[in-house]
């Protein structure tokens, strides 16, 4: 069973940088495309970004491109998300979930850890 | 870029059935996947695009879709059925990978 476990949440400064990694087991780590998806206090869930089994390729949201950088180490099953230029619309619980069928027409998100909690304030 | 609709919130009796529909033109040629999302726990996948249950969803959830309208149906509806329910789907087009519906509010 896959289990996934989000770290690194907590407050950060307007500007300022935070970095998220989500521990991956229970499946084959290295096979799967992974994504971070946040919910904001009091609004819905948001998908944020993803990158495909290999690392090579990366998607962004228009709401963070250029700021946000998602990365993963195949070799310790981790995948992380280097949050900078923070804003207060960032505050939000982001969760790491898997992505099946990455390529095709029947993506989806698989599996989903607990998420993490960041806190954008001065 | 794909753009999906859900009603912002739904109300069913409990023991009824409830439709809540995710309405996006991409869906025409793209398969929609279906989340549950309970307060303070993680997002579950009840169903994928292939009108696939997800595992340990119960069989009073069913899905379909038809002319760009995707559904989820839940029959005999729960109280531990309330929850927010999201529709998601590729970005066709855009430049993002996924995006996801609104949400509807489901209040048994």
């Known amino acids: 069973e896959a289990e996934l476990l989000e770290s690194g949440g907590g407050l950060g400064q307007p500007g300022g940088s935070l970095t998220l990694s989500c521990a991956a087991s229970?499946?084959?780590?290295?096979?799967?495309?992974m994504s971070w998806v946040r919910q904001a206090p009091g609004k819905g869930l948001e998908w944020v970004s993803a990158?495909?089994?290999?690392?090579?390729?990366?998607h962004y949201a228009d709401s963070v491109k250029g700021r946000f950088r998602i990365s993963r180490d195949n070799s310790k099953n981790i995948m992380s998300l280097q949050l900078n230029g923070l804003r207060v619309e960032d505050t939000a619980i982001y969760y790491c979930?898997?992505?099946?069928?990455?390529?095709?027409?029947?993506?989806?998100?698989?599996?989903w850890g607990q998420g993490t909690l960041v806190v954008v304030s001065s | 870029s794909s753009e999906l609709t859900q009603a912002p919130d739904v109300s069913v009796t409990l023991g009824q059935t409830v439709r809540i529909t995710c309405q996006g033109d991409?869906?025409?040629?793209?398969?929609a996947s279906w989340y549950q999302h309970k307060p303070g726990q993680a997002p579950v996948l009840v169903f994928s695009?292939?009108?696939r249950r997800a595992t340990g969803i119960p069989h009073r959830f069913s899905a379909s879709s038809s002319g760009g309208v995707a559904s989820l149906i839940i029959r005999d509806v729960q109280a531990e059925d309330e929850a927010v329910f999201y529709c998601?789907?590729?970005?066709?087009?855009?430049?993002?990978?996924?995006?996801f519906g609104g949400g509807t509010r489901l209040t048994v």
């Open positions: 979930a898997t992505i099946m069928d990455y390529s095709g027409t029947d993506i989806r998100l698989e599996s």
């Open positions: 229970g499946f084959a780590f290295s096979n799967l495309g």
């Open positions: 990158v495909s089994f290999s690392g090579q390729t990366t």
């Open positions: 991409s869906l025409r040629n793209l398969y």
């Open positions: 695009g292939k009108v």
């Open positions: 998601l789907t590729r970005d066709f087009g855009g430049d993002r990978l996924v995006v």
